[in-house]
């Protein structure tokens, strides 16, 4: 049994202290923030790691890296269902697996369809709705035709709280680390945490923590907006993903709408020509939606400069597993088992390695 201090109580670190727990360790998360309130939190929840993936991209370092990130994606869906079931079930965490619709605009439908080829010969299996099979799934989309990729989705907030209270008193917000010396944590608290090893799993502020432990960890905070609209449960069974937007329904809460790309540093601002931009988006994608949002937040999503995460034991007793940038939410399941991995001595994908 090892003790270790997990900093970062978003959804990586609070995953990766539950599986932790659950293999013998003994664990303490301490979180900064008065509760879960950053990327884990502003995140939509779409698990789908082939809605962004061009498998025609394969040459040079980018094509490198989307193929090794649609591997790490494809190895965690798979193991969401798992996931789900043991933190208390799909419908405690609003976790789906209807898959996930690309809309077929006339505009965009010969490279969406080139694209569904390259993922056809990859082995994911595309289906080409229309008619009563589309309307099932989506009555109110504005196409006639759309694609359905596998893929799942669940509730974030749901997730961290579930994580939360099956962790209990382990998890301690409002508790920022200022310092680490060795696998000794220097809390805001005044308190010296020693551990055997610490997690550094604080998402955009990773890069900054790295610092205090003496490592350089180029980074940055990538801004996204998101909307909620008003929605019926089941007025849309699976979520629509396109490039100007997409929608996921949640249950009991509505239509959560995003997203934009910012790189404004840690700027949360709220831009209303982004609000604009996503709400006529999504209104063009469901012509049924009020004109104005209920509600919208921003979220910084963290992304490391090599773009891949980065889930390693980076020297003895200090683990970093941040990066997760569009797909820590999909990622998840993976990289708390891979944390079990490290801390077993077992070695990592190449992919996530310092
Ligand atoms: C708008 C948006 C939409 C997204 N949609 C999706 C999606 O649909 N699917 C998907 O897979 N991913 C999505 N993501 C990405 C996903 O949300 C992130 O990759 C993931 O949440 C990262 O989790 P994390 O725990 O590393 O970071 P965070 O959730 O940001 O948690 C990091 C925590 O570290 C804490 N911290 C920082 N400094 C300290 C310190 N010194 N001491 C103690 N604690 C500290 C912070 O308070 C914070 O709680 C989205 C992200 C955004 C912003």
Excluded at 219 to 226: A, C, F, H, L, R
Excluded at 255 to 270: A, C, H, K, P, Y
Aim: include cysteine; aromatic fraction near 4%; charged fraction near 20%.
């Amino acid at each position: 049994m090892a003790r270790l201090t997990v900093i970062g109580g978003g959804i990586i670190g609070l995953a990766c202290a539950w599986r932790l727990t659950q293999a013998g360790h003994r664990v303490t998360v301490l979180d900064a923030a008065p509760g879960v309130r950053e990327a884990s939190w502003a995140a939509a929840g779409m698990l789908a790691p082939h809605h962004e993936y061009d498998p025609a991209l394969t040459v040079g370092s980018d094509g490198a890296q989307a193929q090794a990130l649609w591997n790490l994606g494809c190895d965690s869906l798979e193991r969401w269902p798992a996931f789900a079931a043991d933190l208390g079930g799909a419908e405690a965490l609003d976790f789906h697996q209807e898959g996930g619709l690309v809309p077929l605009f006339p505009e965009d439908t010969p490279a969406a369809l080139a694209r569904a080829e390259g993922l056809a010969r990859a082995g994911v299996s595309v289906e080409d709705l229309s008619g009563s099979a589309l309307a099932v799934l989506a009555p109110g989309l504005a196409v006639t035709r759309a694609l359905r990729l596998p893929a799942a989705q669940v509730d974030p907030r749901r997730t961290t709280a579930a994580l939360i209270a099956a962790l209990g008193p382990a998890v301690h917000y409002g508790e920022r680390a200022v310092a680490l010396e060795g696998t000794t944590v220097i809390t805001s608290r005044e308190r010296r945490l020693s551990a055997d090893t610490v997690v550094l799993a604080s998402g955009a502020w990773t890069p900054d923590l790295a610092t205090l432990a003496g490592l350089d960890l180029p980074g940055e905070p990538v801004k996204g907006q998101m909307l909620r609209f008003a929605l019926e449960d089941g007025a849309l069974k699976a979520f629509v993903h396109c490039h100007q937007a997409y929608l996921v329904p949640r249950a009991g809460a509505g239509l959560i709408v995003g997203s934009t790309m910012r790189w404004s540093g840690f700027d949360r601002t709220e831009s209303a020509e982004d609000i604009a931009h996503l709400t006529a988006s999504a209104r063009r994608l469901l012509p049924g939606l009020a004109s104005h949002p209920l509600e919208h937040w921003t979220g910084l999503r963290p992304r490391l400069a090599r773009g891949l995460p980065l889930v390693d034991q980076v020297r003895p007793g200090l683990i970093v597993a941040t990066g997760h940038f569009r797909n820590g939410i999909l990622l998840t399941p993976l990289t708390a088992d891979l944390v079990v991995d490290l801390v077993a001595g077992r070695p990592v994908p190449s992919a996530v390695r310092a």
